[in-house]
């Protein structure tokens, strides 16, 4: 298995397949699943309004892009509760995933994976799953495009915050 950074936009990643996350708590979708959601016009958000997708602890759900990405499919992961999901966990999903990965036949993967709650050093969580892909006797010729855990936006101010701090003249 070969692997790479994957510093640009998921828009221009072309690979058969992207996996990205999703916690029970995410609502809406954030980071690389909520850019996906935006180009699909908001199809993720509306499949966890009907209960389609809850982001379940290992809820998988496989998903054709329809052209909405240069991907061909996407393959959401649900991680459970933020608190919960630990590197142990990390690295059982990863196995799972490997296992998955070897039934899709897939060569070429770009995957987002999101710190875990108790990564200790910057990347503990990747190593962890390279390790556990690397245990799913995945196929050698898979190339894998890790996807850094993009920063949770900002909150906006309610508006109650906001209405404190405006100074009249």
């Known amino acids: ?8 936009l ?3 990643l072309e690979t058969d397949l992207i996996i990205t996350t999703l916690f029970e708590t995410d609502r809406p979708p954030h980071g690389t699943t909520g850019l996906i959601d ?12 009907s209960g389609t997708l809850t ?9 054709p892009l329809r052209h909405r990405l240069p991907a061909r499919r996407l393959l959401l992961v ?11 966990r990390a690295r059982h999903l990863a196995y799972r995933l ?3 990965l070897s039934g899709l036949k897939v060569i070429d993967v770009a995957m987002a994976f999101p710190a875990a709650y108790d990564e200790r050093i910057p990347g503990d969580t990747e190593r962890s799953v390279y390790d556990a892909f690397g245990q799913a006797s995945l196929p050698h010729d898979l190339f894998l495009h890790w996807i850094p855990p993009a920063e949770k936006p900002a909150r906006r101010p309610s ?8 100074q009249y003249a």
């Open 10 to 12: 998921v828009d221009d």
């Open 78 to 88: 649900g991680l459970g509760k933020p608190e919960n999901f630990l590197l142990a």
């Open 55 to 63: 982001g379940k602890e290992e809820e998988f759900t496989l998903i």
């Open 1 to 8: 298995m070969r692997s790479e950074r994957y510093t640009g």
């Open 98 to 100: 490997g296992k998955i």
């Open 38 to 49: 935006w180009r699909l016009n908001g199809f993720l958000s509306r499949m966890i309004l």
């Open 159 to 166: 508006a109650k915050t906001s209405a404190q701090n405006v």
